[in-house]
């Protein structure tokens, strides 16, 4: 069955570009490249969507056509504010990597760094 295959391969690269003609609409493009062609299809590209995108800022649908895929695709993109979001915290410290997920010995050692 179809949805049983691999579909994009083990190493897979992703383009999306946009073009932002006004507020309420953008022209896109979105493709996938399977770089070693282990892909289901044995060829190196899986997807390749043109698509226009038509709303306001916040809710947008797109409507694109795949010609690899002959289909056409419709979206919902929903923006939610991520810049108005606040987390108040006083300061952030890194962990040291080495040491994650092992016992304590007791010592105390002090952060690599704190942002």
Not at 16 to 30: D, H, Q, S, V
Not at 70 to 98: C, F, H, S, T, W
Request: net charge positive.
């Amino acid at each position: 069955m179809l949805f049983d295959q691999y579909m994009y391969g083990k190493s897979n690269l992703i383009l999306r570009e946009a073009l932002k003609i006004n507020e309420y609409c953008t022209l896109g493009y979105f493709g996938s490249y399977s770089l070693l062609k282990d892909n289901w299809e044995k060829d190196i590209m899986t997807e390749n969507q043109f698509y226009v995108a038509l709303g306001p800022e916040d809710f947008k649908v797109a409507i694109g056509y795949d010609p690899i895929r002959k289909g056409v695709r419709v979206n919902y993109i929903m923006r939610l504010k991520g810049d108005q979001l606040d987390i108040p915290y006083e300061k952030m410290i890194v962990d040291d990597a080495d040491t994650l997920g092992k016992k304590n010995t007791g010592k105390k050692k002090q952060p690599k760094s704190v942002l």
